[in-house]
């Protein structure tokens, strides 16, 4: 039956277990560093593995190091939930072999990440939904626009460390067609995450498209009503130069300017709906 072992690789002992097992100090270096991409490394003895899964909000980068008869687990972080990994990700008492187990946690791990995968992507809905009702803050596009790209970087390559595992171990009857079932799951998650980034960067135009669109009919207000007030503009500089007061020497005067200024204002409005820019 294989051994789990976890340890940290903030863990001060982990430099000395991996000289017990005559870990390969390549593996040793990437073990102590984050930012890894996902990959497969053969150092014949022994194989080390950089695995990503998204939970809680957050991208979890793990390491694993695979001997024939232990799988020894380096994560970064604790779990989301609980005190150890092997109880978050519940891993069975007694696996048929190694890569059995190897199996059931990458899987395990894939189907947590999914699921929260599925959660983030419907965000993205909701807020095309939303750009037109004005609800959408443009901070919150951004960060998922960064968000997916992250996703891009640390989920794209888990189906070719698959195909590579595959290619290394030679799966033959049901394991065969587990590890091809869990290289689909990676290429889904891969895919769906491909494209609603691209939902993203086309919400992002829309979104300034329609903030634009918006800010035009708010000029277009002001600019229609700046357009009737240029007549009464007129005639009020025109009346208050040439005169000496209102209602004038003459009361038929007072009338006649008011008339003018009406239909000055009404010739306006007729030649603005014409034009149809009242619409």
């Known amino acids: 039956m294989p051994q789990w072992i976890e340890i940290k690789s903030s863990d001060p002992a982990l430099p000395q277990l991996a000289k017990d097992y005559g870990v390969n100090p390549f593996a040793v270096e990437d073990c102590l560093n984050r930012d890894q991409r996902p990959k497969l490394d053969d150092y014949q003895s022994h194989q080390f593995l950089v695995w990503f899964m998204y939970s809680k909000n957050k991208v979890y980068e793990l390491q694993f190091l695979i001997f024939p008869d232990k799988v020894i687990m380096v994560p970064f972080d604790a779990p989301p939930?609980?005190?150890?990994?092997?109880?978050?990700?519940?891993?069975?008492?007694?696996?048929?072999?190694?890569?059995?187990?190897?199996?059931?946690?990458?899987d395990k791990m894939t189907d947590i990440t999914w699921q929260e995968v599925r959660i983030l992507l419907s965000k993205v809905d909701e807020i095309e939904?939303?750009?037109?009702?004005?609800?959408?803050?443009?901070?919150?596009?951004?960060?998922?626009?960064?968000?997916?790209?992250?996703?891009?970087?640390?989920?794209?390559?888990?189906?070719?460390?698959?195909?590579?595992?595959?290619?290394?171990?030679q799966p033959t009857n049901e394991l065969k067609w587990k590890f091809r079932d869990l290289h689909d799951h990676c290429e889904r998650i891969y895919e769906s995450v491909a494209l609603y980034r691209s939902h993203i960067a086309s919400a992002i135009e829309m979104l300034w498209g329609l903030e634009s669109n918006r800010t035009n009919r708010q000029i277009k207000k002001l600019t229609l009503v700046a357009s009737i007030a240029v007549p009464l503009t007129f005639w009020s500089s025109f009346w208050g130069m040439n005169f000496h007061a209102i209602p004038f020497e003459k009361p038929e005067l007072f009338w006649f300017a008011i008339a003018m200024m009406v239909l000055s204002v009404a010739v306006t409005s007729w030649l603005l709906v014409r034009k149809g820019y009242w619409d």
């Open 81 to 106: 939930e609980g005190a150890n990994w092997k109880d978050y990700l519940k891993i069975p008492a007694e696996p048929k072999d190694v890569w059995h187990l190897l199996y059931y946690v990458l």
């Open 129 to 169: 939904q939303a750009i037109f009702k004005k609800d959408v803050d443009p901070n919150e596009l951004i960060k998922l626009k960064k968000k997916l790209h992250r996703f891009d970087y640390s989920f794209g390559h888990l189906a070719s460390v698959i195909e590579q595992l595959q290619d290394l171990i």
